[in-house]
């Protein structure tokens, strides 16, 4: 009913249960519907980019386990495929497995809190993402059997991985494998067909799919519009190009499909683990690489499906022992150039929801 | 000492008293409305006190007549409320000095 | 020895009361309105210490129940097995600062988390708790148990708008919007009961289900799904706890409240639940009456595990669903319930005139009511499911599509060679 | 009506209802007004109660307090922030002096009546009765209050529809 109110601004964090971490959106609010939504990032800003530039090229790695803290596998991953591409090296066949591995082992981990945290955020009070924490508890001591570390993994190196796995690592992870699809059909079976959640999402913040290209979304979100662009397929690192997966699509590119595409990534992610693990090949798992690297002058960009989209570390070098020039492209960031189209009109509980679809992480949006 | 029919009568008159003033002397609409829900309240006050104390052959009777009462003012509230909101639409006030239309 | 034995009858406590009455008028004799204070204060007191102290264990025992349907433990630190977890939270309450915010409106500040324990706390006045065990069985009791619960909106309009925070404000008026929606299914709901048992007065409804060893859970199964529902509505617990919905405006219309004023909305909450529990029990599962157990089985114990079974019930929605949205949540009263309800006390109405009139045996009349009304119940929610949309195909979950069948764009940019950006 | 539990009960109700009512005259802040409207309200239903009228007691708390104060909590809440005062418009004298008036004659007439009361004692049940009456006697204003209602929530509705809504 169209009433002569006064608008009504409402600061959805920083400090705010459903913001994941220090983000804020001021929505401005008619009712309960938003007319207007401004974006406020930079609480976690850390200057990470320029930080990088006064390390030596290996000395930047941890860096790129803290811009996206949820996913540092992932994080790495892509960092060290730009150093690569910037010196020449090839890393051996084996680690070439094992980043496969490890990075759909984050894909998984990072999804099942996505999935968990967007049914927190449609009120679902902590008991998905409790039961989605138990898988990605079990991933995340895999990660600490490969390298110590469970949440900052620090574990891909320029040439290779910083080291082989152990050898409990295999049946653990084999044991893990046989668990998941249980797990993803209990987790189905309580989420998709729910009926709230259901009614909560369904054409809630529709992308349609010319917007998502042209805002350069990517990622599951960029997938739930119905673009089937996964850089694993159109632009293969690793190993992938000899895994066999599907890449998941949604339909109406609402909440509710990215929900679904998320899930289905899950699903995706034990297929090529299973296939992984198979075939993964003996033999060294780096290559020697001088500690004082210094890669010849030129640029690189490296890039890679990370659990929330194009993961892109932009290196530039001018010869010298540290990067003359790093960005990252994080997915987080520029998906969350949408979200005030996607808000407007929507009430501020679908403004929580479009949100936690998008599944930003501070660390990457703010770098 | 005993209370008696006076007493709520009493009462009752004070109370439609400041209902009055409220509904005459309030500038805010809601005000006003404060005032006519007082006042209906005074009524029904006297009715169920009339029934209760007075010689009469139903005595219920005037608990019948408050419920009446009591739906009307319902109704009368909803369409106040739906009469605050036009007002307030169409003027974007709902000061009573302001709402003065008639009077040119 | 027949007064010894009555002396140690757990099943009537009432009697406890009595014969103190007695005492009072006989030996001391007291005028009336001492003994009127005497046992209304011995009744408060009681319900009172029992509210506190089921509270308490209940802090204790959601907190487990949903660690437990979280996969994780739940509190287990502070005493064995965590049992003095509520002891250390009432503490932790008491002693910290109680906030008041610079701009509030510190008379009706205050005065929220005051007001919200009326509406908790009146309602066990007409609940009777055993045999004899009622403080005040009105003869309105419903339609109190209605009327107080509807005063529970203006304490918490009054907490969300005293506190001058936009979410408290939102939750405030989300709660205005839901409860007066609800209060309808509510009182639709509960009319059903009343056709059937004849009476508003609660102890009635409770003799006439012992009477006709039938609980009215099986003659009005709708009556019972609209009004926990709505009932939930009104005590805000998960799926439709919107008013105080966590991840959308942070605690709603508590968000300002710390403390011990925080600890008041705390308590009030779960009082509300076992207020609303307890009129379930009472109105739907034959309150604490059981098909004679109550001769064996003290009749207070017996209304009590109903009671906490139905708390359990809120508590295991709490930790299953999600949460509706508000336009939603409005639209299932009005679109889906409603419709519903007024069907149901129709239905109600129509059977309790045939069993009237024509002048059957309850043992013939009311299994075929039962029967009729719980057919009648799945087809009208399925019925009417289907006739509003909800149950369409098209509306169905579904799963996500693969490459394979996919009629999308697929978009392979050309490869660039390595090293360029 | 003269045990002492009564007397207390009706001062002190008396009191409490004039008292609020007075109060929504003289806050300035409409909520607070309302709240004070709302707890005179209940002093009302007390009343109700002390003349032993449980019904229209339990049916003063549910409709005046739990429902035509929200409406009034809805009209508040349209209003902008701004004319959200409770203050008096020019005729604030005139109109005391009126109400000063009303109030005194009616008091004045009705002490100075004669009334023939009757030594009947509180009623019972009444909600039974009321319902009969309802149903039987007064089945015809009944049936009009539903249509009234009826009216008015259509009423209601064509008034705050906004003009150019499109048929649906």
Redesign the interface.
């Known amino acids: 009913m169209p009433m002569k109110t006064e608008p009504f601004v409402v600061n959805i964090g920083p400090q705010h249960p459903s913001t994941h971490g220090v983000f804020r959106m001021r929505l401005t609010l008619d009712g309960e519907r938003i007319t207007d939504a401004d974006m406020v990032i930079g609480y976690l800003h850390r200057s990470m980019e320029k930080l990088a530039e006064e390390r030596s090229f290996t000395q930047v790695i941890p860096f790129t386990d803290r811009t996206d803290y949820v996913a540092a596998m992932t994080g790495n991953l892509a960092y060290v495929l730009a150093a690569e591409k910037l010196c020449g090296i090839e890393a051996p066949e084996r680690a070439q497995w094992l980043r496969v591995i490890m990075s759909e082992l984050q894909r998984f981990a990072s999804h099942s809190m996505a999935v968990g945290v967007f049914a927190n955020d449609c009120g679902a009070w902590q008991t998905p993402v409790m039961h989605m924490f138990r898988e990605r508890e079990k991933i995340l001591d895999l990660f600490e059997m490969a390298c110590g570390a469970r949440l900052t993994t620090n574990y891909m190196r320029i040439g290779g991985v910083s080291r082989d796995i152990p050898p409990e690592f295999m049946p653990a992870a084999h044991k893990l494998l046989a668990e998941l699809p249980k797990r993803m059909d209990e987790y189905e079976d309580l989420l998709v067909e729910n009926e709230i959640i259901v009614a909560r999402s369904r054409g809630v913040g529709v992308l349609p799919a010319e917007l998502a290209i042209a805002t350069s979304v990517s990622g599951p979100m960029l997938r739930a519009s119905g673009v089937a662009w996964d850089i694993r397929k159109a632009d293969p690192y690793a190993a992938y190009e000899r895994l066999e997966f599907d890449i998941c699509v949604g339909t109406n590119g609402d909440v509710y499909d990215r929900f679904l595409v998320r899930v289905a990534e899950m699903r995706q992610s034990i297929r090529i683990l299973e296939q992984a693990l198979a075939m993964i090949p003996d033999g060294p798992v780096a290559v020697d690489v001088p500690v004082a690297l210094r890669p010849p002058a030129g640029e690189a960009y490296g890039r890679i499906e990370s659990p929330r989209g194009e993961l892109g570390f932009y290196v530039v070098s001018d010869g010298g022992p540290a990067p003359y020039r790093f960005h990252i492209r994080s997915p987080s960031y520029i998906n969350l150039t949408p979200l005030r189209d996607l808000a407007i009109g929507a009430t501020v509980a679908d403004a929580i929801v479009i949100l936690g679809s998008i599944d930003i992480v501070v660390g990457e949006v703010d770098r | 000492?005993?209370?008696?029919?006076?007493?709520?009568?009493?009462?009752?008159?004070?109370?439609?008293?400041?209902?009055?003033?409220?509904a005459?002397?309030?500038?805010?609409?809601?005000?006003v409305?404060?005032g006519v829900?007082?006042m209906f309240?005074a009524a029904?006050?006297t009715f169920?006190?009339f029934?209760?104390?007075?010689?009469?052959a139903?005595?219920?009777?005037g608990?019948?007549f408050?419920?009446?009462v009591?739906?009307?003012?319902?109704?009368?509230?909803?369409?106040?409320?739906?009469?605050?909101?036009?007002v307030?639409?169409n003027r974007?006030?709902?000061?009573?000095?302001r709402i003065n239309l008639m009077k040119w | 020895m027949p007064a010894l034995a009555a002396w140690y009858d757990l099943r009537d406590l009432g009697h406890y009361v009595t014969s103190v009455i007695n005492w009072l008028q006989d030996d001391l004799s007291a005028p009336d309105w001492v003994t009127y204070v005497v046992s209304g204060v011995i009744g408060i007191v009681a319900i009172l210490l029992w509210l506190l102290i089921s509270q308490l264990s209940f802090i204790w025992i959601e907190r487990r129940i949903i660690g437990r349907m979280q996969a994780r433990i739940g509190p287990n630190r502070v005493g064995p097995r965590g049992l003095l977890q509520p002891i250390a939270d009432a503490l932790k309450l008491l002693l910290k600062e109680a906030i008041t915010v610079r701009l509030a409106d510190r008379p009706l500040f205050w005065l929220g988390p005051v007001l919200i324990f009326v509406p908790a706390m009146v309602v066990f006045a007409v609940i009777p708790f055993g045999k004899g065990m009622t403080l005040a069985d009105l003869n309105v009791g419903v339609l109190f148990v209605i009327a107080i619960g509807s005063t529970n909106t203006v304490a918490v309009f009054i907490a969300g708008w005293s506190s001058n925070n936009k979410f408290a404000l939102l939750g405030a008026m989300r709660t205005v919007a839901m409860l007066i929606s609800y209060e309808l299914i509510q009182v639709l709901a509960l009319l059903g009961v009343v056709v059937f048992a004849g009476s508003m007065r609660l102890g009635e409804v409770v003799a006439w289900q012992s009477h006709y060893n039938a609980w009215l859970l099986f003659l009005q199964p709708l009556a019972l799904v609209s009004f926990m529902i709505a009932s939930a509505v009104e005590i805000n617990r998960s799926p439709m706890d919107i008013s105080e919905a966590e991840s959308e405006i942070v605690a709603g219309y508590h968000t300002e409240y710390s403390g011990i004023k925080f600890g008041f909305f705390y308590t009030a909450e779960y009082f509300a639940g076992f207020a609303i529990s307890a009129v379930t029990v009472t109105l739907f599962l034959g309150g604490w009456t059981a098909w004679g157990l109550e001769e064996w089985v003290p009749g207070w114990l017996l209304f009590l595990s109903k009671l906490y079974l139905v708390f359990f019930l809120f508590i295991w929605t709490r930790g299953t669903l999600p949460r509706l949205r508000i336009d939603q949540l409005m639209a299932f009263a009005w679109k889906f319930l409603l419709p519903l309800a007024l069907v149901n006390v129709l239905v109600a109405g129509g059977e309790v005139l045939a069993w009237r009139e024509g002048d059957i045996s309850s043992n013939v009349a009311l299994p075929i009511f039962g029967v009729a009304n719980a057919v009648l119940a799945a087809q009208l929610i399925i019925g009417w499911g289907t006739f509003m949309g909800h149950l369409k195909p098209e509306r169905r979950a579904k799963r996500a599509v693969l490459t394979q069948e996919l009629g999308a764009v697929y978009y392979v940019p050309p490869k660039r060679p390595a090293g360029e950006p | 009506m003269d045990d002492a539990g009564s007397v207390i009960a009706f001062w002190l109700l008396a009191a409490l209802t004039v008292g609020s009512a007075l109060g929504v005259i003289a806050v300035r802040d409409l909520i607070r007004a309302l709240v004070l409207l709302i707890t005179s309200f209940l002093g009302v239903a007390g009343l109700y109660i002390t003349l032993s009228a449980d019904f229209v007691a339990v049916a003063q708390v549910l409709i005046y307090a739990g429902a035509i104060s929200i409406l009034l909590i809805f009209a508040i809440m349209l209003t902008p922030r701004a004319s959200r005062d409770n203050a008096e418009t020019f005729l604030q004298v005139p109109a005391f002096l009126l109400a000063g008036l009303v109030a005194f004659t009616i008091a004045f007439i009705s002490l100075q009546t004669d009334w023939s009361i009757a030594e009947r004692g509180g009623f019972g049940e009444t909600a039974s009765a009321i319902g009969e009456a309802l149903l039987s006697k007064y089945v015809l204003p009944f049936e009009m209050a539903s249509v009234l209602l009826l009216v008015a929530m259509l009423g209601a509705i064509v008034l705050v529809r906004p003009e150019g809504t499109p048929e649906e």
């Open positions: 000492m005993s209370i008696g029919l006076e007493h709520y009568l009493v009462v009752g008159a004070l109370l439609f008293g400041i209902g009055l003033y409220l005459l002397a309030k500038r805010n609409f809601v005000g409305l404060m829900e007082l309240n029904n006050l169920v006190a029934s209760r104390f007075v010689e009469s139903e005595p219920l009777d608990h019948v408050v419920v009446f009591i739906t009307v003012a319902a109704a009368e509230a909803a369409v106040a409320l739906a009469m605050a909101m036009l307030y639409r974007e006030t709902i000061d009573m000095d």
